[in-house]
Structure formats: C-alpha cells, structure tokens
C-alpha cells in the first residue's frame, strides 16, 4: 500500500544513508522501521494478557471455581 509522509530532511538523509548502507531500498527501510517500532511498542492490557493460560496445567474455570469456593458471605 502507498501512503504519503512527510519526514523532516535530516531524517530522511539519515534513512537514505542507513539504506545506502544495508544496499536495501528507502521503502524498505522505511517498512523495516516501522515494523520494529510496532514491534516494540507496550501492548494493551488485554493483548498482554491473551493466553495467560495456555501454559498451566489447571482449566481456568476449575481454578475460577476453586478460588471462588474460598469466598465467605
């Protein structure tokens, strides 16, 4: 897909050097940058807590009615 940025001239020498430099394209650096910066940027809550489970030997409603069974009224 084709979009249009506006990169600052500085920014844009030093990604054209650094591609120069890797013999890969500025389209290329430019996707490799922005597939690192998605990559490392902090999940939500709820995508960093998507299959909290799948590593424990116990059934999450069993665990969810064992603790629940420790409640008192």
């Known amino acids: 897909m084709r979009t249009i940025i ?3 001239p500085d920014l844009l020498q030093e990604i054209d050097d650094l591609a120069k430099d890797q013999k890969i394209s500025r ?3 430019v996707r490799r940058a922005m597939a690192e910066y998605v ?11 998507f299959g ?4 424990r030997k116990i059934d999450s409603l069993d665990y ?3 603790i629940r069974g420790e409640w008192t009224r």
């Open 6 to 8: 506006d990169i600052p």
């Open 27 to 29: 389209a290329e650096a």
């Open 52 to 55: 909290i489970w799948k590593s």
């Open 39 to 49: 990559e490392k940027r902090p999940r939500s809550r709820a995508d960093a807590a």
């Open 64 to 66: 969810e009615d064992t």
